[in-house]
């Protein structure tokens, strides 16, 4: 009797990894499709072709078009802009800003693969086809984005308060000049395509704004 439940939770372990692989397989070709066309053209029956499975098979995980777009707006752009800042160190604005760069090139490390392939207009395209495909998607990065906000707009007074940081520009413009900066980077991201040549122009771009910013 013991071996035989053993037996059994082993089969459940084995169906639960073959039902984890074969959602992602899913929603990692539906995000490609997605990517080299867009939600509007992508058809139903194009993702189940290119996932090689049965109508059965890939109705068993999602149901609708909708459903699988939202999921992969999940697992590819929301759950990769979302920051837990709450946990980056308050004592030091540097240290923050270093979790926050490493953060960031976690963050590319997982989608350097679509990138370099020379999707990373495409991304872009997606990021926006998204919020206006799906207003509560807007609304989800709407508020991922104030929450990016009140954290550095925090870590910035901390840094003012123990004198880490002895600009008088206000804290709010500064918040604002962190967030913004990278996105003329990844501009010129998109036109070269140099990955390494993006993550070093943030990097170098924050560090220096930040010894202009402690004198």
């Not at 372990?13 to 990517?35: N, P, R």
Request: proline share 2%; with cysteine.
């Amino acid at each position: 009797m013991h071996s035989k439940n053993i037996f059994f939770i082993f089969a459940e372990y084995l169906l639960c990894l073959y039902m984890k692989d074969t959602k992602e397989h899913i929603i990692k070709t539906a995000f490609l499709l997605f990517l080299q066309k867009s939600y509007k053209a992508v058809t139903l029956k194009d993702i189940i072709s290119a996932t090689g499975l049965s109508n059965g098979a890939f109705y068993h995980y999602f149901e609708s078009k909708e459903q699988l777009f939202k999921e992969v707006v999940e697992t590819y752009f929301l759950r990769l802009v979302r920051r837990i800042y709450e946990y980056y160190p308050k004592d030091s604005f540097w240290d923050f800003i270093q979790d926050t760069l490493n953060d960031a090139e976690e963050v590319h490390k997982q989608i350097d693969e679509f990138l370099m392939t020379g999707s990373g207009y495409n991304y872009l395209l997606f990021m926006f086809e998204t919020m206006g495909q799906f207003p509560e998607m807007h609304i989800e990065i709407n508020r991922i984005h104030k929450m990016e906000f009140a954290a550095w707009v925090e870590i910035i007074d901390i840094a003012k308060a123990k004198g880490e940081i002895k600009s008088e520009l206000p804290t709010e413009l500064i918040a604002r000049m962190f967030i913004y900066m990278p996105d003329g980077s990844y501009l010129d991201f998109i036109l070269d395509k140099n990955l390494t040549k993006y993550k070093l122009s943030h990097r170098r771009l924050w560090e220096g704004l930040y010894n202009t910013l402690k004198t």
